[in-house]
């Protein structure tokens, strides 16, 4: 991996040793997080953080009203996500104004969430953009990336979700390709067998981490 670097030192606060967890949509991120936890590890997830920042009275509300415009939040006062992924597919710049809104805000609460990690071996920040977002590679030491077959993804997607086949394969379609994911991975789950070896892949993986948990300032 090559474009993790490390946090800015500071003494006073301490984290345990962090690994970034991502992948393509999907792809099991999500499951492999529940088996670390199972083995005594902190998660962090930024998917889950953005909803938080985006539910009813969520911090990120007003910017995006004000960005966007009232028809992008529900009469309940949460962002109207169906909407709003309509509008991101076609505009970058949409796209680009909604990170900028909401990218600092998971940043600052991911730091906040990993300085409480103290209690655990690990850490495992789980963000399906890591790769592409330098801020958030600052904050791990190993990159741990989750593959499986495109025809999973899409199978896993529409059992788990109201999103068709076209949605999906654009959602996919915006995502950086599997070989540049690879590229920048230091440990690599292919998660198109049984959960049984998904879960012994994790294990094996958990040990590894174990043995490599040495804490950072930040």
Do not use: W
């Not at 902190?42 to 995006?64: E, F, M, N, S």
């Not at 809104?101 to 940043?107: A, E, K, R, T, Y």
């Not at 997607?157 to 394969?169: A, G, K, N, T």
């Not at 958990?206 to 490599?212: A, E, F, M, P, Q």
């Amino acid at each position: 991996m090559k474009q993790t670097g490390q946090p800015i030192p500071n003494p006073l606060r301490t984290v345990p040793f962090c690994i970034g967890l991502t992948g393509g949509i999907g792809c099991g991120k999500s499951t492999v997080a529940r088996l670390f936890a199972a083995q005594g590890a902190c998660i962090i997830d930024t998917d889950a953080i953005a909803h938080q920042l985006t539910q009813p009275g969520g911090v990120a509300i007003p910017t995006i009203q004000a960005a966007f415009g009232a028809a992008f939040i529900t009469p309940a006062g949460m962002l109207n996500r169906s909407k709003m992924r309509q509008l991101i597919f076609s505009d970058a710049n949409a796209k680009r104004s909604l990170e900028a809104i909401l990218h600092p805000l998971i940043l600052e609460t991911s730091k906040a969430a990993l300085a409480n990690c103290t209690h655990a071996p690990y850490a495992i920040l789980m963000a399906p953009l890591l790769l592409e977002s330098p801020p958030f590679l600052q904050l791990v030491q190993r990159v741990l990336l989750v593959e499986c077959s495109e025809e999973q993804q899409i199978i896993r997607v529409m059992q788990r979700s109201q999103l068709d086949e076209s949605e999906i394969r654009a959602i996919i379609a915006q995502q950086i390709s599997p070989a540049e994911r690879i590229a920048q991975a230091d440990d690599i789950l292919i998660n198109n067998g049984s959960f049984g070896s998904l879960e012994n892949h994790v294990f094996a993986l958990h040990g590894k981490y174990i043995t490599l948990n040495k804490p950072i300032s930040i």
